[in-house]
């Protein structure tokens, strides 16, 4: 059985994963990082639920709530690192996909890009545990992030991130 602390072998790397740092903390991404912001909505168009991944408790924050993202390759776009990653780890097939809009934070070395989407036209999601990333992936209603132990910089970003929605 493996080591629910410790990081399994078999994970997607390539040359942007590392650590930069940022005055008295760190972000994982050597060229920046990107996460999907997935959203679902109801009958009449308003935001219902978005995915959402418990992350891997040998993983940053591990056992938080947050969204699918991770470092950029080098040379790689925000939107397209954040489909890549939600891809890898939660199963989400890109041309599935709407980007509607992104959100920058910026730090003086590194920079976080939320790729906010819809669900496309005509295409269902099932998103699911795809990697050993995640404990679990799934839609969750946004009546319901207050039950969860959010990633405290997604936390933090998120009442911003759901005025993009409309």
């Known amino acids: ?16 994963d590392g650590w930069v740092t940022c005055g008295d903390h760190r972000h994982w991404g050597l060229f920046g990082a990107a996460g999907l912001l997935l959203v679902r909505r109801d009958g009449g168009g308003a935001p219902s639920h978005v995915v959402l991944q418990h992350r891997a408790l040998w993983s940053h924050m591990g056992g938080t709530w ?16 954040a489909l890549r990653e939600a891809a890898e780890e939660a199963a989400i097939d890109p041309a599935a996909v709407h980007v509607v809009g992104t959100h920058v934070l910026e730090h003086p070395a590194w920079a976080y890009t939320t790729v906010v989407a819809d669900v496309a036209p005509g295409h269902r999601i099932e998103p699911r545990a795809a990697d050993p990333e995640s404990l679990e992936v799934r839609w969750v209603g946004l009546d319901d992030l207050g039950e969860l132990t959010l990633l405290p910089a997604f936390g933090q970003a998120l009442p911003g991130l759901l005025a993009l929605l409309g």
């Not at 059985?1 to 942007?16: I, K, S, Y």
């Not at 699918?68 to 390759?73: C, F, K, R, S």
Request: hydrophobic share 30%; proline share 19%; no cysteine.
């Open 1 to 16: 059985m493996p080591n629910a602390t410790v990081p399994p072998t078999d994970l997607h790397r390539h040359d942007g």
């Open 66 to 81: 947050g969204i699918p993202g991770g470092a950029l390759a080098p040379d790689e776009k925000p939107a397209a690192g």
